[in-house]
């Protein structure tokens, strides 16, 4: 079984400020791991995936994200945020060698909201 | 990039009837599609994982008669909530996964709202 842990429930952050949303994980085997981002009343973009090679992962919109192996981490970052980034992110991980479906085990999300 | 169109977006029903969201595929073939039901302010939790031509899988907890679930082509998947109650109100959100190598990426569609009265 595999859990994913956000520790932040919501981050506020000023415009043009960098921030950082935490991920860790849990999984006995070795897992695919995503970041998606919900705007109000929307579904899922992508934002970002690590599925093998290099651990620093570069998304759209400026995101970038680095799996550590050894901390079981998957933490997203961006330098420079704009007010357009407000919104709720997610951590999925799902396991390279699944069950039939290879189902998503999402966190908790976190809120980031961008002030002015 | 691909698509997946959920429909509809916003749905108000009476307690005791039922609902019909639809989820395609666009530009794509899905062999499996997933169904999530999302509380205000929490994650996604996984319903059911729906196979092209199979019964669907439902997730413990989920009461299949309750919710059903038929994908009967490669680009459309249906969720059913059957004899709706309040307490079913909730944003249902579905996904589609390419059927070539993906690697288990999943697109999203944009979400039904549902409230029953």
């Known amino acids: 079984a595999q859990s994913v842990t956000q520790l932040d429930s919501q981050v506020p952050v000023f415009e043009e400020a960098p921030v950082e949303l935490r991920c860790n994980y849990s999984?006995?085997?070795?897992?695919?791991l995503f970041w998606y981002v919900q705007y109000p009343n929307q579904g899922l973009q992508l934002l970002l995936k690590y599925l093998s090679g290099s651990t620093l992962v570069k998304g759209i919109n400026g995101f970038e994200a680095e799996f550590n192996k050894s901390q079981t981490s998957f933490h997203l970052r961006k330098p420079s945020v704009h007010i357009s980034d407000t919104a709720e992110y997610f951590c999925a991980v799902s396991d390279e060698i699944g069950a039939a479906g290879n189902k998503l085990t999402f966190g908790g999300g976190t809120r980031v909201l961008v002030k002015p | 990039g691909a698509v997946v169109s959920q429909h509809p977006s916003w749905v108000i029903c009476k307690s005791g009837t039922s609902v019909k969201i639809e989820c395609r595929s666009l530009?794509?073939?899905?062999?499996?599609m997933f169904w999530y039901r999302q509380f205000p302010k929490q994650s996604l939790m996984l319903m059911a994982t729906s196979n092209e031509g199979s019964k669907a899988t439902y997730e413990q907890g989920v009461e299949k008669d309750k919710f059903l679930i038929n994908h009967a082509s490669l680009t459309l998947s249906t969720l059913t909530v059957t004899s709706a109650h309040p307490e079913d109100s909730s944003f249902y959100i579905c996904s589609a996964r390419v059927s070539s190598l993906s690697k288990n990426i999943q697109y999203f569609g944009a979400g039904t709202r549902l409230s029953v009265l």
């Open positions: 530009d794509f073939q899905a062999t499996t």
């Open positions: 999984s006995s085997v070795s897992v695919y």
